[in-house]
């Protein structure tokens, strides 16, 4: 069985919603997590609509609801504002259940238009990761507080200085803007020191934007 990641951003506290919808279309359950938009109030970004509060909703669903279940997100979204959110998928290489001894995976044929970028850095260089993505084309991102899992005895071994906070930066760009947000990302001051961030693509088809029309 094939799988999809179901990635949508939406104002906070509505990401409850966003996984009840998805329910009552099949899907098993979710995952919410606290994020902070970072586009200008002035720029229509794939992302954010201005600096605000976010949901970061994650649904891992089969491939054969995919549909059902983007339809329905939509749907609800409509009674929403415009600009209420936005919603993409992924593709899920491998899946392992837990207590399974073998993954399954997934076939990947579908052309993706899009490209999200995840960028990990120390805490409080997200902003800057931002901006030098703007310089290269990307209209906004999505910022999500997150912490390291190394161990102190880590560091030794690997020369880098361990700093447990982190933020995850969240861009989605068209393709062929990826190539030069990463290479404006790279150039920071604040990336030059080993172990200091990591950044990686991952395909997003069935970019749809969510709310009112």
């Known amino acids: 069985m094939s799988y999809k990641l179901i990635f949508s951003i939406v104002p906070h506290n509505q990401g409850d919603e966003i996984v009840k919808a998805a329910h009552t279309a099949g899907a098993g359950g979710g995952t919410v997590l606290m994020g902070m938009g970072t586009a200008s109030n002035n720029i229509l970004s794939l992302l954010g609509f201005g600096n605000a509060g976010k949901d970061v ?11 059902g279940v983007l339809e329905t997100l939509v749907e609800v979204s409509k009674q929403k504002k415009k600009h209420y ?16 001894e073998m993954g399954e995976k997934n076939q990947m044929n579908e052309k993706a238009d899009y490209q999200m970028i995840s960028i990990i850095v120390n805490k409080g260089y997200a902003e800057d990761a931002m901006a ?18 190394a161990k102190e005895g880590d560091a030794k071994f690997f020369g880098m200085e361990i700093v447990p906070e982190k933020d995850l930066l969240v861009i989605l760009v068209p393709n062929e803007q990826c190539d030069a947000v990463i290479e404006a990302v790279k150039k920071l001051p604040c990336l030059q020191t080993p172990g200091s961030g990591i950044t990686f693509c991952s395909s997003a088809h069935d970019f749809t934007l969510l709310g009112s029309k």
């Open 132 to 149: 030098a993505a703007r310089t290269a084309g990307a209209g906004g991102g999505t910022i999500i507080n997150a912490r390291g899992t």
């Open 57 to 67: 909703v994650l649904i891992l669903v089969p491939e054969e609801i995919k549909i």
């Open 85 to 100: 959110g936005v919603v993409w998928t992924v593709d899920v290489s491998k899946l392992i259940k837990c207590g399974s």
